[in-house]
Nanobody, 115 residues
Framework: QVQLVESGGGLVQPGGSLRLSCAAS????????MGWYRQAPGKQRELVAS???????VYADSVKGRFTISRDKAKNTVYLQMNSLESDDTAVYYC?????????WGQGTQVTVSS
């Protein structure tokens, strides 16, 4: 069964940092562009960062300079290092391919930025 499992979320104060992980169940994801998406309450899901199979990152303007996406192909894992977190970053974070595929959505990981 194909699975993407997100972890690493939590409650953090403004200005703090978190590192999210996305573990893939099969190696084929190493050949795909992978992305981190997020969905805040009452808002549409949005792509915040992606990384190509050869490691080239792309960021949404809202996170540029604060978030860093990376991948470890040996571990079938994609990471999202989030620094200088702001209240607007509060959301459930998901990983998926880019473009997204409906059957790859996992349970997500909640990130809450609050003092």
């Amino acid at each position: 069964q194909v699975q993407l499992v997100e972890s690493g979320g939590g409650l953090v104060q403004p200005g703090g940092s978190l590192r999210l992980s996305c573990a893939a169940s099969i190696r084929i994801f190493n050949l795909m562009t992978m992305g981190w998406y997020r969905q805040a309450p009452g808002k549409q899901r949005e792509l915040v960062a992606s990384i190509s199979a050869d490691g080239k990152p792309v960021y949404a303007d809202s996170v540029k300079g604060r978030f860093t996406i990376s991948r470890d192909k040996a571990k079938n894992t994609v990471y999202l290092q989030m620094n200088s977190l702001e209240s607007d970053d509060t959301a459930v974070y998901y990983c998926n391919t880019v473009p997204m595929r409906d059957n790859y959505w996992g349970q997500g990981t909640q990130v809450t930025v609050s003092s």
